[in-house]
């Protein structure tokens, strides 16, 4: 991962192992079932998280002061750290850096009708510290005691890779040993859901379907996902397992519009080639590509543009996992890097679900049916958002 550009030529930092995943979805709670879910899918309905029990890690008081993307965020956090073993962090060299693309949305929907129904004075003054899109971050560095940096980032569904590329060179760069970076979100509010489907963002069919030639808008989903990232050598030192390297990042902006991907997919080209060049490698390195594939028509089509344009015509494997998961919009990048390592651990490439009928303009190789095994080497792992926010990971084996 390079850090920028000396007298002497690019500065690369540290090495950054992955260390620990966690993920709250639609196919249940921690890792295993995102797994499960991704390589059976068993797509219906809402792309909702089903059992969820916050008391599992908040007390009853403290949890009527946590809004559900908070919920989400501290327990993806809790699962990642665990899954890391003991990292043994100085709490001033640990980090945070946790995405979300709207923050608490039921809260501060809850407490507009409260105002209007029941007056000013019974609006709740915790509305404001459930609300504000930095509480997911804020709750998880004070469980833990983090007072390294403590950071959110909020551009719409490229957030959860940002958030991951920025927790990473605060690794790289030596500012932090440890650092977890991620994704929540929890706004699947009738006014939120209206709003997505008045401006035909989202499927009039209720299906996610990828590439397809049928595809007709995302499917909203809620979650989260987080990754504890650390030092190479440290975590070697400590006998961390590793799920693999983050070798590379990068962001760019399309410059184009707010909610239309550029048609020719120049900004997602730009940056596919950047954390390509970050991790020092060449595309043709590249195995495999864990689309942005929301299943819109404009997005999916770019995005086929540019991959071809980047490692050529079809390209390396391809699959969405988002015909499962649903759009969890800041959560999606941090999902799909978390499908990423365990893609990486099993040799296998899960499947796009709902893709079935291939749109003949899209000329990639999507992994569709049934996964499809394959010998573990580099990924890039794609995320796309309003704004035209772009943002690209690059995994490396262990």
Not at 63 to 70: I, L, M, N, Y
Not at 164 to 173: D, E, G, K, T, Y
Not at 236 to 265: F, M, N, V
Request: hydrophobic share 40%.
């Amino acid at each position: 991962m390079l850090l920028g550009t000396g007298p002497d030529g690019p500065v690369r930092g540290r090495r950054v192992a992955i260390t620990g995943l966690g993920a709250v979805t639609c196919c249940g709670v921690g890792v295993d079932a995102l797994w499960e879910g991704l390589v059976n899918p068993v797509v219906s309905g809402e792309r909702r998280v089903p059992d969820f029990d916050p008391s599992t890690w908040f007390g009853p008081k403290e949890v009527r002061r946590v809004d559900r993307f908070s919920q989400f965020a501290v327990a993806s956090a809790e699962m990642a750290l665990s899954d890391a073993g003991n990292v043994g962090a100085d709490p001033d060299r640990a980090g945070v850096v946790f995405a979300t693309g709207v923050g608490g949305f039921h809260t501060l929907a809850e407490q507009v009708n409260v105002y209007e129904q029941r007056g000013a004075r019974r609006v709740s003054p915790f509305l404001v510290p459930m609300m504000m899109a930095n509480a997911g971050a804020a709750h998880i560095s004070i469980r833990w005691g983090w007072r390294g940096p403590s950071e959110t980032v909020v551009t719409a569904c490229a957030a959860g890779s940002h958030s991951i590329a920025a927790a990473a060179r605060l690794v790289a760069s030596g500012r932090c040993d440890v650092a977890l970076g991620g994704g929540s979100e929890a706004s699947l509010h009738p006014v939120a859901i209206a709003a997505f489907a008045n401006m035909t963002a989202l499927s009039t069919s209720g299906e996610s379907r990828p590439f397809d030639v049928r595809r007709d808008g995302f499917v909203m989903a809620e979650g989260a996902a987080a990754v504890v990232l650390e030092d190479w050598e440290r975590a070697t030192r400590r006998g961390a397992h590793i799920y693999a390297e983050l070798a590379g990042t990068a962001s760019t902006a399309d410059a184009y519009h707010i909610t239309a991907p550029s048609p020719e997919g120049q900004g997602a080209i730009t940056c596919m080639e950047m954390a390509v060049e970050d991790a020092g490698i060449k595309p043709s390195d590249i195995r495999h590509i864990n689309a942005h594939g929301t299943s819109t028509p404009l997005n999916d089509l770019a995005e086929s543009l540019a991959v071809n344009k980047v490692f050529g015509t079809p390209g390396p494997p391809i699959t969405s996992t988002k015909g499962v998961t649903g759009h969890g919009l800041a959560a999606a990048g941090a999902i799909e890097t978390v499908a990423s390592a365990l893609t990486m651990k099993h040799g296998l490439i899960p499947p796009t679900a709902g893709h079935e009928q291939h749109d003949p303009q899209i000329h990639l190789d999507v992994v569709s049916g049934a996964p499809r095994k394959w010998e573990p080497g580099p990924i890039i792992s794609n995320s796309f958002g309003f704004g035209g926010h772009n943002g690209c990971l690059v995994l490396l084996p262990a």
